[in-house]
């Protein structure tokens, strides 16, 4: 029998159930009409009541399917808000610490331009002093 895998590799349970619940009730449906010594107004009578038990049974394991698939898009919905909560916190963080960073780049150029042009005004007037003087 070919199952089908879900994303972590293992085998659905969902189609094992329903592949094992219709073989099991087929088998034993058929036996059971075969070995039964009754007439064909009983025999027919059971094969509906029978047939009515196999609808029911079918339907309460799609029904009981169904809820478990629900829950499971359920959690993964609440699974993927909760991420991307957590993911817009992240980027969020990481935009303040960029500004912040920013800030202290900027302010730390602002510094040391101010630096490099009073020293620069001090290698103008040395040097203009040692030209005076060699003059």
Do not use: C
């Amino acid at each position: 029998m070919n199952a089908e895998k879900n994303d972590s590799g293992e085998r659905s349970h969902f189609s094992d159930m329903m592949i094992t619940l219709l073989v099991g009730l087929s088998v034993g449906f058929a036996a059971g009409i075969l070995l039964a010594p009754r007439s064909g107004k009983e025999t027919r009578k059971e094969i509906i009541e029978k047939g009515e038990e196999l609808v029911e049974k079918s339907r309460e394991g799609f029904e009981m399917a169904m809820g478990k698939t629900k829950q499971y898009t359920e959690k993964g919905k609440s699974k993927l808000a909760e991420l991307k909560s957590r993911s817009e916190e992240l980027i969020d963080r990481g935009k303040e610490k960029i500004s912040d960073i920013s800030k202290i780049i900027g302010s730390g150029s602002d510094k040391a331009g101010k630096k490099i042009k009073k020293v620069m005004k001090k290698g103008e007037n040395t040097a203009k002093k040692v030209e005076e003087e060699l003059s």
